[in-house]
C-alpha cells in the first residue's frame, strides 16, 4: 500500500507549498517501512528463541526421565546423599541390598549399618570426595535391618551446580559373593585342605618376607616329622591317618602359636618360623612340642602315640634363603630320627657334608646299577652230620672300578632309603638263579638262598618277578629259598601269610632269618608255611658261654624238629659251637669256622671239585 502511494504522482496548486502545509511522503513511506521490518525481525526473533526454550525443556524432561530410569532399573544400589551425608534417596536396588523402604529413611541413622568404627571410615571417604572434588571408590561391609551380612563396593560420585556441590550419588555393588569365592580360592591357594594350616606356598611366602628383612640374626626354621606315622596310617587306614594328622595338628598349633609361624608341608611334615628369640628359643620351643607328644592322642575309639623329630636350621649361620634353610633344617631333622633321646637336632657343617656325600653316593649306585656292577659271593652252608655242602648263601657285593669290591654295610641301608633296594634285589636274584642254574647244568644241584629286603617283600611285584626269574632260567624251584625276617612280616601278618603261601606255591623254599630276635617267633611257626629256621648269630656268639644262650638255642632246635623244620645257625665261628650245635640236632651251620663267602669259582674249586677253564 505504502510502495504504491510513493509510486504515484501527485500534483498540487501552484499556489500549494509543500514546506508549509503537509509531510514529505517519501520520508514517511521510509521510517514506516523500516518500522515494519524491526517488528518483523522481533517476531521471528522470539518465535525462534521460543522453539529453543522449548527443545532444552524436552531435553531436560528426557534427561531427568532417563536418570529416574537408571535409578529405577539399575542392579546395583544407588543412594542419593545430601552434602552433609544423609541420605535422600534410595533405588530400589538400595531399597533391597539395605532391607529398608523411602519412608523410613527419615528415620534411619547410617550407624545402624556400619557399626561406629566402620561408619567412621566410611566419613573418611567422604570427605575425601569434598577435598579432591572426585569420585572415591572403596569396599566395605554392612549389617541390614534383617541382620544379614553383605559385603559392598561403594563409588561416591560428587555431583556440582554451578561449581557448588549439589549431592553425592554413592554407586553400592554388592560383592558378597565375589568375596567370598575370593576367599575360598586364597584358603585353597595358601592353606593345607586337611588341617586348615598354612601351605608350603603361604609357609615360603612368608619366610621370603621375613628374610628382607636386615635383621637375620634371629630367625630359625624348624622342620618337624613324625615318626611311626606310616605304620599308624597303613594298619588303621587312611581315615583314621587324616584324623590323626588333625590331632596333630591342632596339638602343635596349641604349643607354636603364641611364638611362631606353623604350617603343614605335606604328609606327615610341618615346619615352624620362629622370628625372633625374644619370648622363647628354638630348642626350649622344641622340647615343649616333644613334651606335648608325649600324652597320647585319641582318635576315634584309638589312643595313637607318636613322636616328633625336629631340624632346626638359623640364619645367618645356616643360609639366608629360603632354600637353604629349609634343605639344612631338613638334614638336621634326619639326623634327630636317629637319636634315642634328644629327638631335636640343629644343622651342623658336618652334616651337610655328609648330607652331600649321599647324594654322590646314591648317584654312583644308580650307575652300578644301570653298569650291573653287582657280583655274588657265597658262603657255604654245610651238614652238621657229615660236613656235606647242603647249600649257599648269595651275599651281594659293589665291585668298583679300581677292582675294590664294597659290603652290604656300605650300601644297603642307602639303597632301602632311596627305594632302589628293589632294583637291586631283582638283580641279586637273576644272578642267583643264572648261577643255580649253571651248577644244575654241570650235575650240582645246589639250593640257593637269597635275602629279601623289607621292601621287597612288600611289593606287589615279589611274586611275578620270582616266577619270571624261575622261567627265565628254567630252574627247578627247589634250588632257589628265599629268606625274610621276622620284623619284616610284623607289619601286616595276614598279607605276610598269603606272599609266604603264594611264593611256596611256586615251589620254593621260604626260610625265617634272624629267628629268635623277634616279638612273635612263636606264632610264625605255627601260622607261616616256612621250611627252615635260621637261628640269629646273636645267639651262636654266646653259646658255650652263656646258659641262658645255650638253653634258648637247644629250645628253637627241638621246637624246630618237632614242627618238622630244617633248622641252621648263622654266625658259627668255633669248633666248641659246631660241636654243641651238632650234639642238639642242628641240621646246618654256616659261618667263618667252615670258610667266608668266597667267589662262584671257588665254591666250584673247594666244594663242587669242578675244573676251572684257563682264562
Known sequence: HYVGLEAANFYMAQYHNPLMNGLDTSALSIVIAIGTLCVQTILIFGIVTERKFIKQETELKGNDYRLRSLLTYSIDAILTLTVDGRIRSLNPAGEALFQVKRDQLSRIDPIDFF???????????????????????????IVTLDNEVSELNVTFVPIYLNEKLDRVYAMTKDITRQQKAERKTHQMAYYDALTSLPNRRSFVEHLEDHLKSDKLADLAVMMLDLDRFKV??????????????????????????????????????????????????????ANQIIEAFEKPF????????????????????DGSDVESLMKRADIAMYSAKGRNRQKYQFYSTAMGQKSESRL????????????QDFILHYQPQVKCEDGALSGVEALVRWQMNEGELRYPGDFISLAEETGLIVELGSQVLAMACEQAKKWSDQGHSLRISVNLSPKQFQSDELITTVKEMLDRYELDPELLELEVTESMTMENSTRSSWMIT??????????????????????YLKDFSINQVKIDKSFIDEL?????????????????KQLKLHVIAEGVETAE??????????????????????????????????????A
Open 115 to 141: 557399626g561406629e568404627k566402620e561408619l567412621e571410615r566410611v566419613r573418611e571417604y567422604f570427605l575425601t570426595v569434598h577435598k579432591t572434588r572426585q569420585a572415591v571408590s572403596f569396599n566395605t561391609s
Open 544 to 560: 658255650t658261654r652263656n646258659v641262658k644262650s645255650d638253653q634258648i638255642t637247644s629250645a628253637i632246635i627241638a621246637m624246630s
Open 502 to 523: 603264594s611264593l611256596r606255591d611256586l615251589g620254593v623254599s621260604i626260610s625265617i632269618d634272624d629267628f629268635g630276635t623277634g616279638h612273635s617267633s612263636l606264632s
Open 298 to 317: 585319641r582318635v576315634g575309639s584309638h589312643n595313637l602315640s607318636t613322636s616328633a623329630s625336629i631340624g632346626i636350621a638359623v640364619t645367618p649361620a
Open 232 to 285: 599308624i596310617n597303613d594298619a588303621l587306614g587312611h581315615s583314621t591317618g587324616d584324623l590323626f594328622l588333625c590331632a596333630v595338628a591342632g596339638r602343635l598349633e596349641s604349643v607354636v602359636s603364641p611364638y611362631g609361624f606353623l604350617a603343614r608341608l605335606g604328609g606327615d611334615e610341618f615346619v615352624i618360623v620362629l622370628n625372633g628369640f625374644k619370648d622363647i628359643y628354638p630348642d626350649a620351643l
Open 577 to 614: 659251637q659246631a660241636e654243641f650245635l651238632s650234639q642238639k640236632g642242628c641240621d646246618s651251620i654256616q659261618g667263618y669256622y667252615y670258610s667266608k663267602p668266597v667267589s662262584s669259582n671257588q665254591i666250584e674249586e673247594n666244594y663242587l671239585m669242578i675244573d676251572q677253564e684257563p
Open 360 to 371: 654322590v653316593e646314591e648317584s654312583s649306585l644308580r650307575t652300578a646299577l644301570i653298569n
